[in-house]
């Protein structure tokens, strides 16, 4: 019986400068037994993913590409031995490439287009393109490797996406609702109405689970998935501390739903959503450092310490730039 795997994550929910990312990856399973529940991907995978990578930037010792929470592959920028984000970028990438793609994306502008996203509209995130990968990491190796490990266990990538929420927008939606989540919602539901879409065009067989990682302390999440269908029927499975889990339906189809504390480390393409939304992330700031460095030089004043968007060296890299009142409104998230 055919299964489609979703997962759903963030990257910069918490971060002062930059956008908030929210990536769906979905994997299609040619023939699953639903009588075993749902299949362990990293173990299907098994001859081409793994979820440690090796030292060194390189992939672990059978050549495998990780597939993990994006907290544990992202490097810290402090490495100077390879590239910070030579894990995701490799993972991303070669899954993209695996996908069904007629190359790897050249640029990160050929990214978010592919992943059907765009950047930032400010102008510090314009500019010429970033060509990729930016890491190296012989993804064309990676991706031939995972194609082939794809193939023999009849799993295929069904969808990968990511939105990219401007800062105006993040802010918009909180001065609108009072809530943060709200903006974490608001790229949730188009991604579940885009499971949703393929569900529906599938075969009539096709079985369609989703996974998200849950945000903060909430519980309850049936008034969101009504929103994300107005016309479709919730119904709760079960709402603990850990894990709350629902059945969708709508038009004689139906989902099964689960929000999960810690998700990425016990459902691949969840964790392969983190990636994306990172990677993306990352690519993001290295866009709006770029463009703001272009201003200093602009206006004859010295560089400054790139910033990764976080409180407290947003606090610092904001005092240094000494925007107006009027730029800082357009690029400082309220919360």
């Given amino acids: 019986m055919p299964l489609l795997l979703a997962g759903i994550d963030e990257a910069g929910y918490g971060p002062t400068l930059g956008p908030l990312t ?29 979820r440690e990578p090796g030292r060194g930037g390189k992939p672990d010792a059978k050549g495998r590409i990780a597939i993990a929470d994006s907290k544990q592959l992202k490097l810290s920028n402090s490495v100077s031995t390879t590239h910070p984000l030579v894990h995701l970028e490799r993972g991303v990438l070669a899954f993209l490439s695996a996908g069904g793609n007629t190359s790897v994306p050249e640029t990160d502008d050929d990214l978010v287009r592919v992943l059907t996203a765009a950047w930032p509209s400010h102008e510090c995130y314009q500019g010429e393109p970033t060509s990729l990968p930016v890491a190296g990491g012989q993804v064309g190796i990676a991706g031939n490797l995972l194609a082939r490990s794809l193939a023999r266990a009849n799993v295929g990538l069904a969808s990968l996406r990511c939105r990219v929420m401007e800062e105006p927008e993040f802010n918009r939606i909180i001065r609108d609702t009072g809530s943060k989540a709200e903006a974490t919602a608001t790229a949730l539901c188009e991604h579940l109405r885009h499971a949703w879409s393929l569900l529906k065009n599938a075969p009539e ?19 969101l998935l009504a929103r994300a269908m107005p016309d479709s029927t919730i119904t709760v499975i079960e709402q603990t501390d850990t894990r709350s889990q629902y059945v ?11 929000f999960l504390v810690e998700a990425e480390q016990a459902h691949l393409p969840v964790a392969l959503a983190s ?12 866009r709006f450092n770029r463009g703001w ?23 610092r890299w904001l005092a240094e ?6 730029e800082r409104q357009r690029i400082v998230r309220n919360a």
Avoid: F, H
């Avoid at 990536?23 to 075993?36: K, N």
């Avoid at 990636?275 to 290295?286: D, I, N, Q």
């Avoid at 206006?299 to 400054?304: A, E, T, V």
């Fill in 275 to 286: 990636m994306t939304a990172k990677y993306v992330r990352e690519l993001a700031m290295m």
């Fill in 321 to 326: 730039m000494n925007l107006t009142s009027a």
């Fill in 22 to 50: 929210v990536a769906c990856a979905i994997l299609r399973v040619g023939d699953a037994d639903p009588s075993l529940g749902t299949p362990n991907l990293w173990k299907l995978l098994d001859d081409g993913v793994c």
């Fill in 293 to 315: 460095a272009r201003r200093l030089v602009e206006l004859k004043r010295p560089p400054i310490e790139p910033t990764a968007g976080y409180a407290q060296d947003a606090r």
């Fill in 205 to 223: 067989d096709t079985r369609l689970g989703i996974v998200c990682d849950r945000q903060g302390g909430r519980m309850a999440y049936a008034d």
């Fill in 248 to 258: 969708w339906e709508r038009a004689g189809r139906r989902a099964g739903i689960t």
